[in-house]
T-cell receptor, first 115, second 111 residues
Framework: GAGVSQSPSNKVTEKGKDVELRCDPI?????LYWYRQSLGQGLEFLIY????????KSGLPSDRFSAERTGGSVSTLTIQRTQQEDSAVYLC?????????????FGPGTRLTVT | GQSLEQPSEVTAVEGAIVQINCTYQ??????LSWYQQHDGGAPTFLSY????GLEETGRFSSFLSRSDSYGYLLLQELQMKDSASYFC????????????FGAGTRLFVKA
């Protein structure tokens, strides 16, 4: 079946512009996660959604970052007034949730470059 | 705060056994996962420990000791294709959904 997809695969933007990153999780997966990975670094937790529960936004680095998940499926991560330090690969993952929440399936990521 | 520590690099020869350790400090600890990531690729799930003890999946095994806040990933019969970064990740909070990753261990497998 189809895996997690993300778009765009690459995004170059000018400092100060807003960007939207999209994630399509695996069908039937109730949990969806966003992470950020800088070159050669680990994954930084940003936010997760689980079913109809309120999302855990505790990892968002500033109020310039926001995310929504519509209809329990597609998610969009929005970064407003981008800064050069926002440059990174943004990874989305999904999992079945419940007792299978630990097995996360990752998308290919969106490489964001802020110039 | 929440943090996981693992060695930055490990080098081993083909056919050998290597152990990658991970110590964690997380509130509301739920379980420990391991992921593999090749250069330019996305992380892929390897193993999970929700309870103390050893979990075996083919050439890979993972261990957890909650009392020691410690776990490890054991890779046996190393192959060149195992050269990659390996991340431990701790689930925490309600349902264990909030996942904090370590900085990763870069494994180099030599012929």
């Amino acid at each position: 079946g189809a895996g997690v997809s993300q778009s765009p695969s690459n995004k170059v933007t000018e400092k100060g512009k807003d960007v939207e990153l999209r994630c399509d999780p695996i069908s039937g997966h109730t949990a969806l996660y966003w992470y950020r990975q800088s070159l050669g670094q680990g994954l930084e937790f940003l936010i997760y959604f689980q079913g109809n529960s309120a999302p855990d936004k505790s990892g968002l680095p500033s109020d310039r970052f926001s995310a929504e998940r519509t209809g329990g499926s597609v998610s969009t991560l929005t970064i407003q007034r981008t800064q050069q330090e926002d440059s990174a690969v943004y990874l989305c993952a999904s999992s079945l949730g419940g007792t299978q929440t630990y097995e996360q399936y990752f998308g290919p990521g969106t490489r964001l470059t802020v110039t | 705060g929440q943090s996981l520590e693992q060695p930055s690099e490990v080098t081993a020869v083909e056919g050998a056994i290597v152990q990658i350790n991970c110590t964690y400090q997380t509130s509301g600890f739920y379980g420990l996962s391991w992921y593999q990531q090749h250069d330019g690729g996305a992380p892929t799930f390897l193993s999970y420990n929700g309870l103390d003890g050893l979990e075996e999946t083919g050439r890979f095994s993972s261990f957890l000791s909650r009392s020691d806040s410690y776990g490890y990933l054991l890779l046996q019969e190393l192959q060149m294709k195992d050269s990659a970064s390996y991340f431990c990740a701790a689930g925490s909070g309600t349902g264990g959904f909030k996942t904090i990753f370590g900085a990763g261990t870069r494994l180099f497998v030599k012929a």
